[in-house]
């Protein structure tokens, strides 16, 4: 029993996808090795992966797999022995055929018939014997994102990989494995790092020495975690020198532990005059461009960064200056950028967006920006009058605008932002500037929303937009696929009226951003639509820690006004833990399931006349009594209230199904019985659905 190392080394590795490419390496091994029964239970897989390497490291790796007992059917048993029971010569031929002897035939029965059985042990597989195909298939199997091809030495042979590969180990315990992959031979030679290594070679001993020796001989942090973790712990010590708090990016984080191979940290500075750009422009571009961290003062930007080093030199004076000499043109074209941008206003801006194609089926940004103002003023009209309206389309008639300016062109993660940024400059309300960023919003899961009404006006007014035009033209999300974001866009709607307690009535919404469309341009999808909000919403609640039950208890009644379904949520949950409530749910799916098979000839309505028997008299007097306080809960919105009345009725019914026949032979009252339980069942599903409760 021994530690087994696999090693690729590679040229440079695409960065942001190293983190998986170790990840994924080292798990497909560990699953392939186990699954041919070649590790303990208490194996142990540790992932490496660098710039120029894929590695891992598994202990426990047995050196042959364990013997596999073999049982192979040969043929029947009566042709297998003659009358007196002696083998055939088919029994004979066949067992030479499988070098094997009478002492390895068994007989036994399958399916009614008698056969002769072959029974013998398979020795285990050595380990050599499968790791080439195991690593093969582990290489084959990696997320690449983009694969390329290359020739080999000979100058004739091409395979394709990731990165072009230059060196192989393969260790189990201090011994070579003899594999080949990618026209490579295994060894235990590899390099390490580029520059800082004390010998270009490092002589791996083996399997339990590849971390150390790759730290110590070449100067490499090989394992991703670990390097990531010594790059957090420098970032967070060189900011705490100055007093200053790093930005929070794990996905740069990430990329920067992909990048180096012994990080060194060093802080840098830039001119204070840039500081006068936005802060989201200098702090972007310093990332996505130069994969700095700026460093931060009560949330404000400084004019100093944290640059991560690949090489450790005893004067870093040149790294830091080089690194300084580097940043200052990308945060002079953002100052330049910002400058000119501000020499035209936002509102001169918006005759250009006429020239903008939005969708080749939906006409251009301006058309587009048009129908979001016209969304946004009536919902503002709604929500808090002429004055909120007349806000609303002013900002939705900006919030495009910033499209057409140099800074978004060079950064598009910037529109609404900057937009914001140049509204202000323009003299315009500061609920104006701030509905320009926010409409936007919320671009994720988990993202703030619209700081105020102004901004929750245009934001819904986008997102209907966008939901309204993509379903009338059919263009729908498919399995994973979802181009323009909708589901995004159907939960950030979803979120803004719930919790902002938005009193909007989602099927008029949905009325008012199909009519914001011209004649023609969009089908009638408004159905579609609906179906699909709701099934995000059903989706987004379960999320929220709501059962299914509950939740399709509630949703399946359609209410127009999402704001009001937590409230309903809560008053189901208050319900279902009334002693009453599963009693209750049943007979509510019993009920439903009558009227279901009646059609829609019934009423609710009952001839106190024709009441007979004593069970629907009393069931009668009950509703009379419960149903008023029930409504007039409904109608205040105490939905718990509501629901809780309900509980008096649980003796009436379950007296009226006990005892009285609804389907009775005289028409009359067969039609007032079914208008009784109609009036039940109406009664009963105002705040929701309670037959979905009955298990």
């Given at each position: 029993m021994k530690n087994l190392l696999i090693e690729l080394f590679?040229?440079?590795?695409?960065?942001?996808?190293?983190?998986?490419?170790?990840e994924s390496f080292a798990n497909d091994l560990t699953a392939q090795l186990r699954r041919l029964d070649y590790l303990e239970s208490d194996s142990v897989t540790t992932p490496y992966a660098s710039p120029r390497r894929l590695a891992t490291h598994i202990s426990?790796?047995?050196?042959?797999c364990p013997d596999v007992p073999v049982r192979k059917k040969l043929i029947p048993a009566d042709i297998a022995f003659d009358r007196q029971g002696q083998p055939s010569a088919a029994l004979r031929k066949r067992l030479d055929k499988e070098d094997a002897t009478l002492k390895d035939a068994t007989r036994a029965f399958e399916d009614g018939k008698e056969f002769v059985f072959l029974e013998r042990v398979a020795p285990g597989r050595e380990l050599a014997f499968v790791l080439e195909a195991v690593v093969l298939a582990g290489l084959s199997n990696l997320p690449i994102p983009k694969v390329m091809t290359y020739q080999l030495a000979d100058g004739w042979t091409s395979v394709n990989f990731v990165r072009p590969a230059h060196k192989l180990v393969a260790l189990y315990g201090s011994d070579i494995v003899p594999i080949g992959v990618l026209g490579l031979t295994a060894g235990r030679e590899t390099h390490g790092h580029r520059f800082e290594a004390a010998n270009p070679i490092v002589s791996i001993r083996d399997a339990d020495s590849y971390a150390e020796q790759l730290l110590t001989e070449g100067a490499v942090i090989a394992s991703f975690a670990a390097r990531r973790a010594e790059i957090e712990k420098q970032i967070k010590a060189a900011a705490a020198k100055e007093g200053l708090q790093p930005i929070d990016d794990d996905a740069l984080l990430d990329e920067v532990t992909a990048l180096v191979e012994r990080p060194n940290v060093l802080t840098c500075q830039f001119e204070p005059e840039f500081l006068d750009v936005p802060q989201e422009c200098l702090i972007l571009t310093m990332k996505a461009n130069q994969k700095y961290f700026p460093l931060l003062k009560d949330g404000k930007l400084t004019n100093k960064f944290l640059v991560v080093s690949n090489i450790n030199p005893a004067d870093p004076s040149a790294v830091i200056q080089g690194n300084e000499r580097v940043v200052r043109p990308r945060l002079a074209d953002a100052k330049f950028f910002f400058d000119q941008d501000r020499k035209k206003s936002l509102a001169d801006r918006i005759p250009g967006?006429?020239?903008?194609?939005?969708?080749?089926?939906?006409?251009?940004q301006g058309e587009r920006a048009q129908r979001v103002a016209a969304l946004a003023s009536s919902i503002g009209m709604q929500l808090g009058g002429e004055a909120l309206a007349r806000q609303a389309d002013q900002a939705a008639l900006l919030s495009k605008a910033d499209l057409l300016t140099d800074m978004v062109g060079e950064f598009p993660e910037l529109q609404g932002i900057m937009g914001r940024y140049y509204a202000l400059h323009d003299g315009l309300p500061q609920e104006i500037a701030d509905a320009i960023e926010d409409h936007y919003k919320p671009r994720f899961a988990g993202d703030t929303l619209p700081r105020g009404q102004v901004g929750a006006c245009v934001a819904l007014a986008d997102k209907l937009e966008t939901l309204a035009g993509m379903f009338g033209i059919g263009q729908l999300p498919t399995g994973d696929k979802d181009p323009f974001a909708l589901r995004r866009h159907a939960l950030g709607l979803m979120r803004m009226l719930v919790e902002r307690d938005l009193d909007l009535s989602l099927h008029d919404l949905i009325n008012l951003a199909f009519a914001a469309f011209p004649q023609g341009l969009v089908g009638q999808a408004h159905t579609d639509l609906s179906i699909f909000i709701f099934e995000r919403f059903a989706g987004w609640l379960r999320e929220q820690g709501y059962s299914a039950q509950e939740v399709d208890a509630v949703i399946s009644l359609n209410p127009v006004r999402l704001n009001l379904v937590p409230k309903r949520l809560a008053a189901v949950r208050?319900?279902?833990?009334?002693?009453?409530?599963?009693?209750?749910a049943a007979a509510n799916k019993r009920v439903g399931n009558i009227l279901k098979k009646v059609g829609t000839g019934v009423t609710a309505q009952v001839n106190i006349a024709l009441l007979i028997?004593?069970?629907?008299?009393?069931?009668?007097?009950?509703l009379a009594q419960v149903k008023?306080?029930?409504?007039a809960a409904f109608a205040r919105g105490d939905y718990t209230e509501s629901l809780s009345s309900l509980a008096a009725l649980k003796t009436p019914v379950d007296s009226f199904f006990d005892q009285v026949m609804v389907n009775a032979e005289e028409p009359a009252l067969r039609q007032n019985r079914l208008g009784l339980l109609a009036t039940l069942h109406q009664a009963m599903n105002r705040v929701?659905?309670?037959?979905?409760?009955?298990?």
């Open positions: 590679v040229e440079e590795l695409p960065p942001k996808a190293l983190r998986k490419l170790g426990g790796v047995r050196e042959r967006l006429a020239k903008v194609v939005y969708h080749n089926k939906l006409g251009t208050v319900f279902v833990a009334l002693p009453e409530a599963a009693s209750l028997e004593p069970a629907e008299v009393g069931l009668n007097a009950a008023p306080q029930a409504d929701a659905d309670l037959s979905k409760l009955s298990t």
